[in-house]
T-cell receptor, first 113, second 114 residues
């Protein structure tokens, strides 16, 4: 049973527009959420995170929104740039998991010039 | 600064052959180390993690094993590879085990089992 779900395997957006990547989770024990970005043939790199005590965290062009009642989080990229084209993984963590991040399957974002 | 190395970058192995993937971290002491696998069409799956030398926790039962012979060295092994072992293997490290402790990933090893 997948605890972290990214239901859109791919997303295509025009350069300059907003990219919205979605993530749903089922475990209400999760208290920390992260987004990782991955280019082909490279390891993922940390992008942005949010604690469950917040509903929004912003870092430059990247904003993560958390809706705990809906068990849903989203990553907004504004404005989108061609260099943002990558696979984005949503990950979740809870205190009892001892470092065990639960990752979603990823969403491949393509930003077209 | 900290860096994490993995080798080899790509590997093609026949079914039934052994496997040894190595990961080393530089620039930090007593890191927490992780092995992940990304199989085709699937997310990142945690295989093993280690909080210290000789301390290995297995998250998924399989024909793989891990060892940590030195503080900054993490090895993933198999005695006999299966077709289902094909995938992209990633090593990662973190300073702590909390969710807020960023995990830093290596470049990965693409393993193809034929």
């Amino acid at each position: 049973d997948q605890q972290v779900k990214q239901n859109s395997p791919s997303l295509s957006v025009q350069e300059g527009r907003i990219s919205i990547l979605n993530c749903d989770y089922t475990n209400s024990m999760f208290d920390y959420f992260l987004w990782y970005k991955k280019y082909p043939a490279e390891g993922p790199t940390f992008l942005i995170s949010i604690s469950s005590i917040k509903d929004k965290n912003e870092d430059g062009r990247f904003t993560v929104f958390l809706n705990k009642s809906a068990k849903h989080l989203s990553l907004h990229i504004v404005p989108s740039q061609p260099g943002d084209s990558a696979v984005y993984f949503c990950a979740a963590y809870y205190g009892g998991s001892q470092g065990n991040l639960i990752f979603g399957k990823g969403t491949k974002l393509s930003v077209k010039p | 600064s900290q860096t994490i190395h993995q080798w080899p970058a790509t590997l093609v192995q026949p079914v039934g052959s052994p496997l040894s993937l190595e990961c080393t971290v530089e620039g930090t002491s007593n890191p927490n180390l992780y092995w992940y696998r990304q199989a085709a069409g699937r997310g990142l799956q945690l295989l093993f993690y280690s909080v210290g030398i000789g301390q290995i926790s297995s998250e998924v039962p399989q024909n793989l094993s891990a060892s940590r012979p030195q503080d900054r060295q993490f090895i993933l092994s198999s005695k006999k590879l299966l077709l289902s072992d094909s995938g992209f293997y990633l090593c990662a490290w973190s300073a702590g085990l909390a969710g807020s402790d960023t995990q830093y990933f290596g470049p990965g090893t693409r393993l193809t089992v034929l």
